[in-house]
């Protein structure tokens, strides 16, 4: 499987940005898929993560009311919608496809990642 994350770039505090993660090769559609995040000199983080069919997500407590992660298996992207976005969002959000069809906030549980795609927000 092949991950490309786009639709990063540089927005303002309180704007909003939509991540897209599409899956190429062997397709995704029967595993989960999640967004994680590096900041610059941060551990990787888990930001969301969505089961196979889309009825479980999970998000990290850091934005839980502002992130929206959505799919859409016809066409294998997955979506991180960002809102109300803080200048502590700005990182390298990285997608994953997870090794099962059910949604987990744990990095043990993904093994395809794809290359990043930069989230800059100024204050």
């Known amino acids: 499987v092949q991950l490309q994350a786009s639709g990063g770039g540089l927005v303002q505090a309180g704007g909003s940005l939509r991540l897209s993660c599409a899956a190429s090769?062997?397709?995704?559609?029967?595993?989960?898929v999640g967004w994680f995040r590096q900041a610059p000199g941060k551990e990787r983080e888990f930001v969301a993560s969505?089961?196979?069919?889309?009825?479980?997500?999970f998000y990290a407590d850091s934005v839980k009311g502002r992130f929206t992660i959505s799919r859409d298996n016809a066409k294998n992207t997955v979506y991180l919608q960002m809102n109300s976005l803080k200048p502590e969002d700005t990182a390298v959000y990285y997608c994953?496809?997870?090794?099962?069809?059910?949604?987990?906030?744990?990095?043990?549980?993904?093994?395809?990642w794809g290359q990043g795609t930069l989230v800059t927000v100024s204050s």
């Open positions: 994953a496809v997870a090794r099962s069809s059910a949604a987990t906030p744990n990095t043990e549980g993904y093994h395809y």
């Open positions: 090769g062997r397709t995704a559609s029967n595993n989960a």
């Open positions: 969505i089961s196979w069919r889309g009825g479980d997500t």
